[in-house]
């Protein structure tokens, strides 16, 4: 039995053990996913002894990801997003940071490519910071937009080592998603309990765009809704859930990821 886990604090939210569980159902493989509380104190511990107990690799969440980069070996992308998702211990301790591909593969399963496209970024926090570098080393044009405008700055300053991009707050909103061709809300407004926000209505839109919310509780969101009263194609934030998820397993156990298991063990759990 190879033992699998999420760390972080609180943990119990969390889809991950459903997702994974199903998956390694699936292939009829002996493993096993559990949540494990863990306080950022404790982290360098819990970490170290998955290691020790040969625990096959684990996922971090809140407040945990950014902590991590000083106990693992980052692989380079993570450590340009400055945060850990995935452990993986068959070579060391390694990290890495799987949510920038996750949201990319959730565009490309809608069929949408993002290189040569317009992406305007709503939010500069921990998924954003992911997301930018990920679409910007992918040939998208990010432009990053924020309440805070200089968490923006700073994101596109880091991000513009490695591709196109621009910082901007919420003025002249409207114009920028009239340029876009990609909106995509990395921002927890629009999150339970808050279900009736968005920073973004439909008379904003224009419906040759596509409006990516990534969060995913509720999975319709307001924005959502809003994207679809427009005419613009609405992508929700399960599957970048499931695809951050599947590279993670894959990178732990070297298999194709049962990825249409796995998204139906969220849907399930998120009904
Ligand atoms: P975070 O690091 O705390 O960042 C929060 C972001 O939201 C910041 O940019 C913040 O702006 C902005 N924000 C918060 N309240 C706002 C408001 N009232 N008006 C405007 N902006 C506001 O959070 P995170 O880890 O990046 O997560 C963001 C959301 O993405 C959460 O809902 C999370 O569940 C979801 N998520 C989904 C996935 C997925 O796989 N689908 C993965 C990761 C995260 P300021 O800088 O101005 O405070």
Redesign the pocket.
Known sequence: MKLFGVLGDPVSHSLSPAMHNAAFHALGMDCEYHAFRVSQDNLRDAIHGAYALGFGGLNLT?PLKEKALGIVKPAELAEQIGAVNTVDFREGIVGYNT?GI??KM?LEKRGIKVRGKRVLL?????????IAFQLAKDGAAVTIS???IE?AQTLARDVSRVGSTRASG?DDLKTQIQDCDILIN??????FP?VS?T?VTSDMMHRDMVVFD????PVNTRLLQEAKKAGAKAID??M??VY?GAEAFRIWTGRIPPVDVMEKAVRERLK
């Open positions: 809140i949510d996750g949201a959730a709503l939010g500069a926090g921990g998924a954003a910071r992911a924020n309440r805070t968490r919420f990395s921002t927890s407004v629009g999150m808050q926000e920073i990534i969060v995913y509780n934030g399960v970048m859930l951050q």
